[in-house]
């Protein structure tokens, strides 16, 4: 089909997207990459009708439009959270079933079946929403949005949170679904951009900058422009965090687990863990999604409920023999998806930055002039100046994971854990978070404890490895773990 935009201008929160004529044609898909600024979100709630232009129009024939995007995932979580049941049942609330979840837009037991199995969610069918890892509810997002049988889907990102085996076969479902389904697949990687594509646009702070056809994509300069505009950035940041360095001092290990488990009614997830960090050594935990990664960071830092039926020391004290929840979390600095979901308090941009210093969700306490001085600082270099008094949930999901990341490192953490931190950010914001961590490696300002499916994003100061694979003998998951000398 046809579609076209015309002196388009739109905003949403501070998201702000300008065309001044872009014709897609019939069958036509198309690469979206955006140097800086989320376009993903506020070009899908365009298409679907779910956001009205200020200006100009498009023109789209008649269709059925589906938008595969973290905001859009971010809505269905929020509506879970909403309907827990948790305080009327004898068990904990997991939500909607992956099943009910595609079947309440689809209402086609045979399509619901192939998706199901398309997508890899077969043995996934009776789990709640909200105890996916972040692999899997995209992929459940996907699924939603192709039981509308669109037309024309919009997909923000779509390889997100997958691990490697699971991107490779999304990709090929992708270029087999192209043959019959409209695709506009925005990317802030440029390793993720579809190789069957053949048209891409280009935006800047959210306005279409050119269009282009592959070759012509090849020999673009954007790359080279934006990695040398990081590393500016990337200075400041670390001059900023130096000027308030500190240290505070634990004897080995910083954290230690002994034949550690987790495992629910229905099934076991890891076992037989033995595992410590010591002074000087960064970590990644690798694995499929699924096999217990984010798990195992909430048993750090002491959000999961099994941290205290498993033997864990962190910080010289043993969990569960009367130390205080926040006397740990005070030298944790922690960004994840499941944070980001549970950040829903409405408080400034600056204010969450603040908040780091008290490892609250929100800020109920009287800031000193100090950390107010600091939190401005970080907003300056994230180029967030202007938003210092805008609402948490008013910014761009791209903008509130920066906020996230400052918040986590603005009290410089014996232990820094980080969850896939790159998620919802743009190419400038994931290089100059990446170049950030390095050098916080390097110079050892905090522990890492890193998590990403991506190997560009393995970090050269990090040479320790904890690797989560299938036992087929306990139907589980078991780590390897690879230490440097």
């Given at each position: ?65 589906a ?50 199995h ?25 699924a ?37 389904v ?21 935006f ?31 200075e ?14 634990f ?17 076991t ?13 960064h ?23 099994q ?118 950010l ?6 100059l978070?990446k ?15 890193y ?21 087929d003998?306990?139907?589980?998951y ?8």
């Open positions: 089909m046809l579609i076209q935009f015309q002196q388009l201008a739109a905003t949403q929160n501070t998201a702000t997207l300008s065309i001044d004529h872009w014709d897609i044609e019939p069958g036509q898909s198309w690469a979206i990459f955006s140097a800086d600024g989320e376009i993903g979100s506020i070009l899908g709630d365009l298409l679907c009708d779910e956001l009205k232009p200020i200006s100009g129009e498009i023109k789209l024939s008649g269709c059925q439009v938008q595969v995007s973290l905001s859009e995932q971010q809505r269905l979580l929020e509506r879970e959270i909403e309907n827990d049941e948790t305080d009327f049942l004898d068990r904990i609330d997991q939500g909607s079933s992956v099943h009910k979840l595609i079947m309440e837009v689809c209402q086609d037991d045979t399509l619901t079946d192939e998706l199901i398309d997508l890899d969610l077969s043995h996934l069918v009776n789990s709640g929403f909200r105890v996916l890892s972040t692999g899997e509810t995209r992929r459940v997002m996907l939603r949005a192709l039981a509308l049988k669109p037309d024309l889907i919009l997909l923000d990102n779509p390889f997100t949170g997958l691990d490697i085996h699971h991107r490779v076969s999304l990709a090929a479902y992708l270029h087999k679904l192209s043959k019959s409209q695709m506009l697949v925005t990317f802030s990687r440029e390793t993720d951009m579809p190789d069957w594509i053949e048209n891409i646009a280009l800047s702070t959210g306005k279409l900058e050119s269009v282009m056809d592959r070759k012509r994509w090849d020999a673009h300069p954007i790359i080279a422009q934006i990695q040398s505009q990081s590393n500016k950035q990337t400041e940041v670390m001059t900023l965090i130096r000027q308030h360095q500190h240290s505070t001092h004897d080995n290990p910083i954290f230690e687990i002994k034949n550690g488990r987790v495992e629910y009614t229905d099934k997830i890891f076992t037989d863990l033995n595992w410590r960090i010591d002074k000087g050594h970590w990644q935990v690798k694995g499929p999604n699924g096999c217990g990664k984010s798990t195992l960071l909430g048993l750090i830092f002491g959000d999961h409920p941290c205290y039926s498993n033997d864990i020391h962190i910080f010289g004290k043993k969990r569960g023999t009367g130390e205080s929840i926040w006397e740990i979390k005070q030298h944790i600095g922690m960004v994840s998806s499941a944070l980001h979901l549970q950040y829903r308090v409405n408080c400034s941009a600056l204010e969450v930055i603040i908040s780091g210093f008290y490892d609250s969700i929100g800020l109920y306490s009287q800031p000193t002039k100090k950390e107010i001085t600091v939190a401005k600082e970080w907003l300056a270099i994230l180029h967030m100046e202007q938003y210092e008094k805008t609402p948490f949930k008013q910014l761009e999901y791209g903008q509130q994971r920066l906020l996230l990341i400052a918040r986590a490192i603005v009290k410089q953490p014996t232990l820094l854990i980080l969850d896939e931190p790159y998620q919802g743009d190419y400038l914001g994931r290089i978070v170049n950030t961590l390095e050098l916080i490696a390097k110079e050892n300002l905090s522990q890492l404890l998590v990403s499916h991506y190997q560009e994003d393995g970090l050269e100061s990090i040479q320790n490895y904890l690797e989560f694979t299938y036992y003998g306990g139907n589980c078991k780590a390897k773990i690879e230490k440097s000398l």
